[in-house]
């Protein structure tokens, strides 16, 4: 059984920044691509960004491009997210996926392994 943890969630004030972590167990997931969601207070869970197995690929939404950027450690299971120049509209509950398909989706249904989720609030 796949388990995904995600820590690095925390309060932070507007333009600061945050680490997110995502440690994979149960199985190897370096050949899955990665991805990070999010879930805004009312809102649908959005696709933030995805990362390829090999990490040489990656995609963003508009709204954290620039700003955000996904990485990889395939010899520690991890991935992780860099999130600078935090706004308020960031608040959310992040969420780390796994898609053991190819390829980079979008889709929350396009994942097969997801994390319990850590709060990032950002004060104005």
């Known amino acids: 059984q796949v388990q995904l943890v995600e820590s690095g969630g925390g309060l932070v004030q507007t333009g600061g920044s945050l680490r997110l972590s995502c440690a994979a167990s149960?199985?190897?997931?370096?050949?899955?691509?990665m991805a990070w969601f999010r879930q805004r207070p009312g809102k649908e869970r959005e696709f933030v960004t995805g990362?390829?197995?090999?990490?040489?690929?990656?995609d963003y939404a508009d709204s954290v491009k620039d700003r955000f950027t996904i990485s990889r450690d395939n010899a520690k299971t991890a991935v992780y997210l860099q999130m600078n120049s935090l706004q308020p509209e960031d608040t959310a509950v992040y969420y780390c996926?796994?898609?053991?398909?190819?390829?980079?989706?979008?889709?929350?249904?396009?994942?097969?392994?997801w994390g319990q989720g850590t709060q990032v609030s950002v004060s104005s």
């Open positions: 996926a796994a898609r053991t398909l190819g390829g980079i989706v979008r889709s929350t249904t396009g994942y097969d392994y």
């Open positions: 149960g199985r190897t997931l370096s050949r899955a691509t």
């Open positions: 990362i390829s197995s090999s990490g040489a690929m990656n």
